[in-house]
């Protein structure tokens, strides 16, 4: 089996008016992602993360952010293709470790869910799909709540 690793990084500014979506679920919060799609930007790290992995450029180049046909659109979309762009190079995800860096809201008690949420768009095991949330201590633009980022490490397999 041949396997490889990307990693993959997405931020988004935090703006009123907008539903926040993370981990592929909507969250009760006052403000939301900016973006011109429903900016989740856990989803759009472990797409990067994917796609690098495959070596097939990054999520800006098969999802541009000035075509009308991903204006608003779903990461959960987003994600199931990149999951079958990696399968057109005989690749499938291995597993997914991610981390999430907001003050606001507490992202713990919705893990879980995101887990699931992921797994079933990719095709795979909850377990097989780690996710962290951390803050920043108030520094910066995460810590002033003016953002939120996210990182994602993922291994992809290939059977030979």
Not at 41 to 61: E, P, Q, S, Y
Not at 68 to 78: E, P, V
Request: one cysteine or more; glycine letters at 10%.
């Amino acid at each position: 089996m041949r396997i490889r690793v990307g990693f993959g990084y997405d931020v988004h500014q935090l703006v009123e008016g907008r539903a926040l979506w993370l981990g592929g679920i909507r969250l009760e919060h006052d403000k939301g992602l900016l973006g011109h799609s429903d900016a989740d930007v856990l989803i759009h790290a472990i797409c990067d993360a994917l796609l690098g992995a495959a070596n097939m450029r990054d999520i800006g180049f098969h999802f541009p952010d000035n075509s009308d046909a991903t204006l608003d659109m779903d990461s959960k979309i987003i994600l199931r293709d990149v999951v079958a762009l990696i399968a057109t190079k005989g690749y499938r995800v291995g597993n997914i470790d991610a981390t999430v860096c907001a003050e606001r809201p507490k992202l713990n008690p919705h893990i879980p869910a995101m887990q699931q949420c992921l797994a079933e768009v990719i095709g795979t095991d909850a377990d097989d799909i780690s996710i962290k949330a951390t803050t920043t201590e108030k520094l910066g633009f995460t810590g002033r709540q003016e953002g939120i980022s996210a990182y994602a490490t993922v291994l992809i397999e290939k059977a030979e």
